[in-house]
């Protein structure tokens, strides 16, 4: 697997983020460095997925800040943002989110293809990933025709294939059965760990946040603690 080129820390500080009258962060900062795994954690509507959302530049804050090395996310236009999502980031989502009518290669070969790799070296690249996570035997199989566990596979392949600097995940084991869940998270951990690959996981689950380096622990639209995890593998 190939090494970052370069080193890309994720830092947020005072985010503010209103719907309405709801206040879904209220002052949030934090500072990631490059290839450190981070779960999110805290009760429902607590704010997890909209810090997730600002960090990702797929929300612009109401106020703060959020850089992604020398990039000022939160002041981009939407199209550099997009941009920057497909070039620089990963995502995978609690029901995968993949395409139906694709097949899982031409699933994971999309990323490649959005940046400009040509459909057979983004193909032959899918393959390796599909292989490296398990799934190669699924490789032809649309989203239909898997099990829950292998499209979640397929989605974290999808995630890392085009060697993004971060990559965010929203409660990705929530729609799986415990023992599944624990294996798309160590596939999750130890892969971007390997490639030095930044990993954010929103997760209610605190088997998926021990898998995790560092623990943010949001409450009321607020952080309410943030601590490294010993090391335990
Ligand atoms: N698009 C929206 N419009 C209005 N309110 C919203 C919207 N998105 C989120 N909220 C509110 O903002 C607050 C934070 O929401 P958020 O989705 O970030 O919570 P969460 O911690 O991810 O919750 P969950 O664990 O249920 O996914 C909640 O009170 C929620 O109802
Ligand atoms: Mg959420």
Redesign the pocket.
């Known amino acids: 697997m190939t090494q970052q080129a370069s080193a890309a820390d994720l830092a947020a500080s005072s985010l503010t983020v209103t719907?309405?009258q709801?206040r879904?962060l209220a002052g949030a900062s934090v500072d990631i460095p490059s290839g450190q795994s981070v779960a999110i954690m805290?009760p429902?509507?607590?704010?997890?997925?909209?810090l997730l959302h600002c960090l990702a530049g797929i929300r612009v804050p109401d106020s703060g800040e959020v850089r992604l090395g020398g990039n000022l996310v939160s002041a981009m236009s939407d199209a550099a943002r997009s941009r920057l999502r497909r070039q620089m980031l990963g995502f995978v989502f609690q029901d995968g989110q993949l395409i139906p009518e694709l097949s899982a290669r031409e699933n994971v070969a999309l990323p490649l293809m959005l940046n400009g790799t040509g459909r057979h070296q983004a193909l032959r690249s899918a393959d390796g990933w599909l292989d490296r996570l398990g799934i190669g035997h699924a490789a032809r199989r649309r989203p239909g025709e898997m099990s829950g566990g292998q499209a979640q596979r397929v989605a974290v392949a999808r995630a890392l294939v085009h060697n993004p600097q971060v990559v965010f995940a929203d409660e990705p084991t929530g729609a799986l059965d415990q023992a599944t869940g624990h294996e798309v998270m160590q596939l999750l951990t130890t892969t971007t760990r390997m490639t030095g690959t930044t990993l954010v996981v929103?997760t209610?689950d605190t088997n998926v946040a021990g898998w995790c380096e560092r623990l943010v622990e949001?409450r009321d639209a607020m952080i309410h603690s943030d601590r490294t995890l010993a090391e335990t593998r």
Request: zero cysteines.
């Open positions: 719907y309405g709801v879904a805290g429902s509507g607590s704010g997890k997925t909209t929103v209610h949001l």
